[in-house]
């Protein structure tokens, strides 16, 4: 008896140590014992209003915004908040170097001036429901293995065939997807609806809503305003319809309402949204896979690039304008790899799975399950085996991937084998096709910062490469070589599409040169071979991991919604060193550096400051609050997610993690991983006294 108190305690202790980890599925609830663990953490609402599909809940509020990131509703009219960074790549496409929204903001002074937003969606989820019985059958009638039936050709065809039988069906803009959960012993379809006429509203100059750049990313304290607005437009029945003229605001009975009283350290927060990606249930070696073979060259590749887009970007706002975008999303990426390496060794995370492994060696032996007992030391050997491809496989992406060509590859294909099949049609139409891709890709080839990082890509490859085939790839200087090509002007081209021949470009030296990378790229398939021969042996692995933790934590996020709850709470990264949970607008004037694009801070922003035109949003002792952190648990995807209190009301928008804690996708870290927000109040004040978008505060609920 003594014996079974100890282990119920040591278990309730566990429970408890872990109670603020976990993205968690609402639809699992009460399958997971989430609502005490919930209460006892402060919310203050029942658990029905924050997942329901027959009542109105916080999930009808938060949806995908884009293809990656999410948003919240916080008006009866469709009114949107999210991320600067998540609007980013959609208002540069909208941007001129004449009208820069992305450089100089925007702010809507009336609902006629939001602007139409190209290929921007909004999407809410109407319902997640437990499909596992009927994949499970019908991988067994169709004879398919562990592995297949994840397969995106399986999963995408129940997929399709489980939303046509559903009550869903008729609605516009249905959209669902069948995911597994649990390495595959679990799956769950999620029933969603999609809107297509989304607005620009607001959106701050670059230099206050990325004021830090990529030198504050993932780093704390945090001064900038990283938040924009949109708004979601229908027909007149609410439905999803494309951009027109006639369309208006959506109309929704449940929306965000806003807090302007702030936060306080201790406070309970909570975070919805939909985290992309987590791989909490790996073995020490699949950890070391993941840094040493997957991250270790993206970082070696990727730092030599930002670097040379830093300095072309600040040669003029021409070049600054075409990189922007892709600087930010590959500085994001690369920062977050090399954070994420450095984290694993600090905090001694392979070891940290190392004991994880033997506890659960032990629990195999108890359970008595053969399955169990040799599980680890598979997929360990399988990280052995595929470490050195999987390397390779992730350099060559980062470096000859991203070296540009003359003209499309795929065409030369096409060309080629229609050459073969001395097909005259095709071979006319590919060499047109062939002239037409040499128009649009010459330009792109020729420019200097394209030439500098291909030269300085390739010898990164040459001598980081680890496999014999991979050694055995010789490439050329594709500048020196299109000498003798085919590509070398224009007039040659034409020349060779009016007589085409399968000799000449056979044997094009720019055309070898992608083929041989090509091919290689082909034969690199450690990462496919790994994954296929893994994934068995996870789906059991994760199945005993639940099974030792008794269902206590939460499944690998897969860009479902999910919650996540914890508490503003400082931290102390490191001996010595304490940081505040709060900063103020104080804070960018001490970073102020005209010498760093980072740190130049907005006329207007210095203007507001000096006059301390703080309004209704200042705090108590007059100081204007910027941003705050909290533990909640979150990952890429959360961008935009709304942080709210223990009453479900807006107190800011989460948008970074802190470099200390990069881990956190493979372990979550109580002590050191940190949510960091964007205050409410701060996104109020922006939009009222710097952007004088007065008619929005009519529509929103503020207390």
């Known amino acids: 008896m003594k014996k079974v108190l100890l282990l119920a305690v040591a278990v309730l202790c566990s429970l408890v140590a ?45 949806g995908i915004f884009g293809n990656g990131c999410t948003g919240e509703v916080v008006s009866p009219d469709g009114l949107i908040f999210t991320n600067n960074h998540c609007g980013f790549s959609y ?42 019985a009927q994949v499970e059958a019908e991988a067994r009638r169709l004879g398919i293995d562990k592995y297949t039936r994840q397969s995106y050709s399986f999963t995408s065809k129940m997929n399709n065939e489980l939303r046509k039988k559903s009550k869903y069906a008729k609605l516009k803009g249905i959209e669902s997807t069948l995911l597994p959960f649990f390495g595959g012993n679990q799956f769950y379809i999620i029933y ?35 938040w924009c607005a949109f708004r979601i437009y229908a027909d007149k029945n609410g439905q999803p319809a494309p951009y027109s003229p006639k369309n208006i605001p959506l109309k929704r009975k449940n929306y965000l309402r806003i807090s302007s009283k702030g936060v306080q350290e201790g406070d309970y927060t909570m975070v919805m949204g939909f985290p992309g990606s987590t791989s909490r249930f790996l073995t020490s070696e699949q950890v070391a896979l993941r840094v040493n073979s997957i991250n270790q060259p993206i970082v070696m590749a990727g730092w030599p690039v930002l670097d040379l887009y830093k300095k072309y970007m600040e040669k003029n706002d021409s070049i600054r304008l075409v990189l922007e975008s892709t600087n930010m999303g590959l500085g994001n990426v690369v920062k977050n790899y090399d954070g994420m390496i450095k984290a694993v060794r600090n905090l001694k995370l392979i070891d940290e799975k190392r004991h994880e492994e033997k ?10 399950k ?3 007992q040799t599980v680890v030391a598979d997929i360990n050997n399988l990280c052995k085996t595929y470490q050195d491809s999987i390397f390779d496989d992730n350099l060559l992406y980062a470096t000859l991937g991203n070296i540009k060509y003359p003209a499309s590859y795929r065409i030369m294909q096409k060309l080629l084998a229609a050459l073969k099949a001395n097909n005259r049609q095709d071979i006319q139409n590919s060499s ?50 299109i000498s003798q090509s085919i590509f070398a002007s224009r007039k040659k ?32 398939e450690g990462t496919k071979h790994f994954k296929m021969a893994v994934h068995p042996l996870e789906k059991t692995y994760v199945r005993g991991l639940e099974e030792m933790y008794n269902n206590s934590k939460a499944p690998d996020a897969n860009f479902t919604l999910r919650m996540t709850y914890g508490h503003v709470k400082a931290m102390k990264p490191r001996d010595g060193v304490l940081y505040d949970w709060r900063t103020t607008l104080k804070g960018m004037f001490e970073k102020e550096d005209s010498t760093n694009i980072d740190y130049i801070v907005h006329p207007r922003m210095r203007q507001l400051y000096e006059a301390r035109d703080f309004g209704r949003y200042a705090r108590e002792d007059g100081q204007l609050p910027t941003c705050f952190i909290s533990n909640n648990d ?62 929005l505060f009519d529509e929103m609920e503020i207390h």
Request: hydrophobic share 40%.
């Open 18 to 62: 872990r109670a603020d980890e976990g993205m968690w599925l609402l639809k699992l609830m009460e399958q997971q014992h989430l609502a005490d663990s919930l209460r006892k953490a402060g919310l203050q609402l029942p658990p029905s209003q924050l997942y329901s599909e027959t009542g109105s809940s916080l999930k009808d509020v938060v």
């Open 91 to 132: 208002i540069h496409a909208m941007s001129t170097v004449e009208k820069n929204y992305l450089k100089d903001g925007f702010f809507a002074k009336s609902r006629a001036e939001e602007l139409p937003t190209p290929n921007l969606t909004f999407t809410f989820v109407l319902a997640i429901e437990d499909v596992t």
């Open 192 to 226: 969603m609806q999609e809107y297509t006429d989304v607005r620009l509203v607001a959106d701050p100059p670059l230099n206050v809503a990325q004021f830090g750049g990529n030198s504050d990313n993932w780093v704390w304290p945090r001064q900038n305003v990283d």
């Open 359 to 368: 506890r659960f060696q032990d629990f195999a032996r108890q359970s008595g």
């Open 370 to 372: 053969s399955e169990y």
């Open 432 to 481: 047109k096709a062939l002239l037409e891709s040499y128009d649009k890709q010459l330009e792109d080839f020729t420019k200097d910062y394209v030439i500098e990082r291909t030269l300085l890509l390739i010898p990164i490859w040459e001598k980081n490469c680890r496999l014999p085939i991979s050694r055995s790839l010789q490439v050329g200087n594709p500048y020196e070589l």
């Open 493 to 524: 081209l034409e020349i060779f599409a009016a007589n085409p021949s399968i000799e000449t470009l056979a044997s094009d030296p720019i055309y070898k040169m992608i083929k041989d990378i090509d091919e290689l790229s082909e034969k690199l």
């Open 634 to 695: 979150i990952t890429g995807g959360n961008s935009g997610s709304p942080i709210m209190n223990a009453k479900g009301e807006l107190v800011g928008l989460a948008f970074d993690g802190n470099i200390e804690a990069l881990s956190s996708d493979l372990k979550f870290d109580p002590e050191l991983q940190r949510c960091i927000n964007v205050d409410i109040r701060y996104v109020l004040w922006v939009l009222d006294k710097f952007g004088e978008s007065k008619y």
